[in-house]
């Protein structure tokens, strides 16, 4: 079994400050270790008849469902959830185990070059003695 993922698909009232609820999120998840990763994005894509409201998307990675378990009753996401709670007009909430069908592929090193000086003193002939 792979990580265990809670993911969180929001539309926000009028006038909320959005700003302000992913700054929340983030310190949240920078104070509670329980959290291995954390993601967010906006829509910028789907049609407004597609994506029926929501706007953001928020996702969080943990080792395992226990840790999962753990966040979601740690004082700090409580309180947190209660701003956030009140700043969302519609929300999904989904919190799953993982399956890892394709790997992420590892970024191959970009090459090396030598530096200028030691590439001319390699090329240029010793004279002659």
Known sequence: MGE?????????????????IIKGMQDLV??????????WGQDEESHEMLRQGFTHSFLMSFDNKDKFIAFTSH???VEFSATFSVAIDK???????TVLAKPIKP???EPTLPEPEATLAAETPAPPA
């Open 4 to 20: 265990f993922k809670h993911l969180v698909v929001a539309k926000f009232k009028e006038g909320v400050v959005v700003e302000d």
């Open 30 to 39: 920078l104070d509670v270790d329980l959290v291995k990763s954390f993601e």
């Open 75 to 77: 004082p700090k996401h």
């Open 91 to 97: 929300v999904v909430l989904l919190d799953f185990s």
């Open 107 to 109: 970024v191959e090193p």
